[in-house]
């Protein structure tokens, strides 16, 4: 299973790169505005800024809506590194956008996606990712887990070769009920991947290791 983190802020992206245990990162433009980057250059240097830091896929999202310009974006996008992977959001003309793309070799994200069949389409059209928003599912009472789990059979049906991207992971368990399920990669803030190093016991186990040993030296 692949750990993207989900977040534009470099020091975050900087400490779970050093954990050794990093993929890729995802960003979205809320995330982005939430570091202060704002202005198209800013924020293409920024992409380039994450790519230097990790080894994996970088995700960065096209803001046009219609095909050409998603087109132009998504192609401009894909020139400033080769870890970038464009990120399209899941409509009829961002379908069209990710058959282009994939057509002529350059790796998507389908974003947004929500239900089983908005996966299937992202599938169809060549998508290299689809993202399905787990996290928001749940806010509103819908189960995010189980649209993992149905993406993962339709996939698994005919052998669709899209990873599934789980997106909006709030937490620890999110990662571990993806990894039960089998989703290929989860993206979620640094909190949820360092969550998975707690356990009361471990700590109180160290504790007595390092006590004993501290008698008999
Ligand atoms: O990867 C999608 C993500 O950025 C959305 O997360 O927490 O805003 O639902 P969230």
């Known amino acids: 299973m692949k750990f993207f983190i989900d977040t534009a802020n470099l020091d975050q992206i900087r400490e779970a790169q050093d954990l050794g245990v990093l993929d890729g990162v995802t960003t979205n433009p809320s995330l982005m505005a939430?570091?202060?980057?704002?202005?198209?250059?800013?924020?293409?240097?920024?992409?380039?800024?994450?790519?230097?830091?990790?080894d994996g896929d970088v995700s960065a999202e096209v803001i046009a809506t219609d095909f050409d310009g998603m087109v132009k974006e998504g192609e401009q996008l894909a020139e400033l590194h080769e870890q970038i992977?464009?990120?399209i959001p899941m409509i009829k003309e961002g379908i069209k956008a990710i058959k282009y793309f994939s057509d002529n070799g350059i790796r998507t994200n389908c974003?947004?996606?929500?239900?089983?069949?908005?996966?299937?389409?992202?599938?169809?059209?060549g998508a290299t990712y689809v993202s399905p928003f787990i996290g928001r599912l749940d806010d509103i009472s819908?189960?995010?887990?189980?649209?993992?789990?149905?993406?993962?059979?339709?996939?698994?049906?005919?052998?669709?070769?899209?990873?599934?991207?789980?997106?909006?992971?709030?937490?620890?368990?999110?990662?571990?009920?993806?990894a039960k399920i089998g989703?290929?990669?989860?993206?979620?803030?640094?909190?949820s991947i360092e969550g998975l190093l707690k356990h009361p016991l471990t700590d109180i186990g160290l504790e007595k290791f390092l006590a004993d040993y501290k008698k008999g030296n």
């Open 183 to 191: 989703s290929d990669v989860m993206t979620g803030p640094l909190s």
């Open 111 to 125: 974003t947004l996606v929500f239900s089983a069949g908005q996966a299937l389409l992202a599938a169809k059209a």
């Open 142 to 178: 819908t189960d995010g887990l189980n649209l993992i789990a149905e993406i993962r059979l339709i996939y698994d049906n005919y052998g669709f070769e899209t990873q599934i991207l789980a997106a909006s992971v709030r937490h620890t368990m999110h990662v571990l009920e993806c």
């Open 34 to 54: 939430k570091e202060g980057i704002t202005g198209r250059n800013n924020i293409l240097k920024h992409y380039v800024d994450i790519c230097n830091i990790v």
């Open 85 to 87: 992977v464009v990120k």
